[in-house]
């Protein structure tokens, strides 16, 4: 079915805080709308908006036709417990809550009630629109065309991350919603997984609207990006695709910036020529006062006259000034500043593995010989499953081997971003897991750190469990500035992070002068950092490429 989404004049705060107004939205069949903007300017609100999981605060959304179907996939891929691979696939194709419409209807037809004829066709429509018809056929294809090579019926809390993925991808190349909306659908994916996710999203019909912190990946797929732009409280929509944003991005904020400066000049110079001339306005009042004797009545009004005509000049430049459209300065944009705190230099052998070996599961890695000296920037690639976050387990000592040895060198201070960013997802509040794990920094201390990176009071005294994944990623970028590191290690460091903050991270690990070990999918990261080693793993073996 080919439908279209029309979003007219939505508002939406968190708060007291407005988050964006005025905004319209057109997707049609075939659009592919790339939304953008910093953490927190409102993007997954708007697409839970357009899902019809959240009421605007102003402004209405339409589906056209009202029967046509949308799906909705968040960022967080959620594992519930004792849902199956296969009851997964089914609650994110929508085809489970079809089936449990379509049974309902049923038992209307058996019952004999009311409208139970009109009820259960539009059921099965639904039903056969989102491919319940063959989904189980069909998903043992897709499944099995993406390596992941588990039983349908295995409790999703079972799987390993990689796999973990690979079903979310799956359940994506499943769908057939009439509009798809897909918030941060590249997490977690290898270079297969996003080539695939390209070739499914410019292979669609249907309008889609996506949210991605992957440049190379919003490059390839959108032709058309809106930006919620939270400094300016403006809502701006680009034609063409990505790169053309980012240059009719920069022509627009220097063009804005030259027009404030050229109005604040006019202004300013208008302000002065006013004050001028009523100075002398003053002037010539006193002087006529002081020198004209009583009986120069000609010099005195002469005098009169020209102040008079000071003074309506004067007037005249003000009401200038104020016939002036006034042009608002653009407001500066929040920027993360990001630096790495470096800690005394390590040995010049950093991490070793003698004939390592690991098993978790099935899965064994190894054996691995492999040594990092001192300053060396190692990117790490490989597929989801193929071993890469346990190769760094082991490097860091953090799992025990099934033989072999492993070791790190003397003087070496590990700062670690996560895959899971599982440093902050405890009960505990933000501000004293931090300060514990910055090795008892005061609150005071923290809070300033952390409003650096966009983490002020609303978020300091919040549970860290509570915290979004962006906003967890911040708190562990902060860490890293918070305490010297000389071994970084960075496991999908892009993955919830907005553009401006990525480009900040790649700034600061070009002056990061320490050993560097980077896991990461990003392709135009791995153009970005300096790397002087690639490891690739695969199937549990490590190659020096």
């Known amino acids: 079915m080919s439908a279209t989404i029309v979003a007219k004049d939505l508002a939406a705060g968190h708060g007291d805080r407005a988050l964006f107004s005025g905004l319209d939205l057109v997707v049609a ?47 967080e891929r959620e594992r519930r417990t004792g849902e199956t691979v296969a009851a997964f696939l089914a609650r994110r194709t929508g085809v489970a809550d079809a089936q449990r419409a379509l049974d309902t209807a049923t038992e209307g037809l058996v019952e004999g009630r009311t409208g139970a004829d009109d009820e259960y066709a539009v059921a099965l429509e639904r039903w056969l629109t989102l491919g319940g018809a063959d989904l189980e ?29 690979r079903a979310g991808m799956a359940s994506l190349l499943l769908s057939r919603y009439d509009v ?22 410019t292979g669609l019909r249907a309008g889609t609207v996506l949210v991605s912190h992957d440049r190379e990946f919003l490059a390839r797929t959108a032709n058309r990006i809106v930006e919620l732009d939270l400094a300016q409280q403006q809502v701006r929509a680009y034609g063409g695709g990505y790169e053309a944003y980012l240059a009719e991005r920069e022509v627009a904020r220097r063009h804005a910036r030259e027009e404030y ?93 003698r004939e390592a070996v690991v098993r978790r599961g099935a899965f064994t890695l190894g054996p691995v010989d492999l040594q990092i000296g001192w300053a060396e920037r190692v990117a790490i690639t490989g597929a989801n499953g193929s071993g890469k976050t346990t190769l760094l ?4 000592g953090r799992l025990p081997l099934q033989g072999g040895h492993a070791a790190l060198g003397p ?27 910055a090795g008892g920094m005061v609150p005071a201390e923290v809070r300033t750190l952390l409003a650096k990176f966009g983490l002020r009071a609303a978020h300091v005294l919040r549970p860290a469990a509570t915290l979004s994944p962006g906003e967890r990623t911040r708190a562990a970028l902060a860490l890293l500035q918070a305490r010297g590191v000389n071994l970084l ?53 490590v190659r020096e490429v």
Request: avoid cysteine; hydrophobic fraction near 45%; aromatic fraction near 4%.
């Open 29 to 75: 069949p075939g659009d592919v709308v790339g939304l953008v903007g910093v953490n927190g300017a409102g993007k997954s609100t708007l697409m839970r908006i357009l899902a019809g999981l959240l009421p605007p605060e102003h402004g209405a959304v339409r589906l056209s036709p009202p029967t046509a179907t949308v799906g909705y996939l968040p960022q």
């Open 137 to 165: 056929d069909r998903a043992a294809e897709v499944v099995a065309d993406l390596g992941l090579s588990v039983s349908l019926d295995r409790p999703m809390t079972a799987l390993s991350g990689g796999q973990a993925a």
């Open 180 to 201: 798809f909306l897909l918030d941060e659908p590249t997490n977690d994916l290898d270079l297969d997984g996003l080539e695939r996710l390209e070739r499914f999203v």
């Open 261 to 353: 400066e050229e109005y604040a000049e006019n202004v300013a110079e208008l302000k002065a020529r006013a004050l001028k001339q009523r100075n002398w306005m003053e002037k010539g009042v006193k002087n006529a006062r002081r020198k004209m004797p009583d009986n120069d009545k000609i010099g005195r009004n002469a005098r009169v006259e020209t102040t008079e005509k000071q003074a309506a000049k004067a007037r005249q430049t003000e009401r200038l000034i104020e016939r002036m459209e006034v042009v608002e300065e653009p407001r500066k944009e929040w920027e993360l500043r990001m630096e790495i705190a470096v800690a005394p230099r390590a040995g010049a052998v950093v991490a070793t593995l």
């Open 393 to 396: 387990a082991a490097l860091l």
């Open 411 to 437: 003087g070496v201070v590990v700062g670690e971003v996560d895959q899971a960013r599982g440093l902050f997802l405890g009960e505990e509040a933000l501000l004293d897991a931090f300060a514990s794990a």
């Open 489 to 541: 290690v960075l496991d999908e460091p892009t993955n919830h992070l907005d553009l401006p903050a990525i480009e900040q991270m790649e700034s600061a690990l070009a002056s990061y002068p320490g050993t560097l070990l980077l896991v990461t999918h990003d392709r135009r990261m791995l153009e970005a950092v300096h790397t002087t080693r690639r490891l690739h793993v695969e199937d549990g073996k």
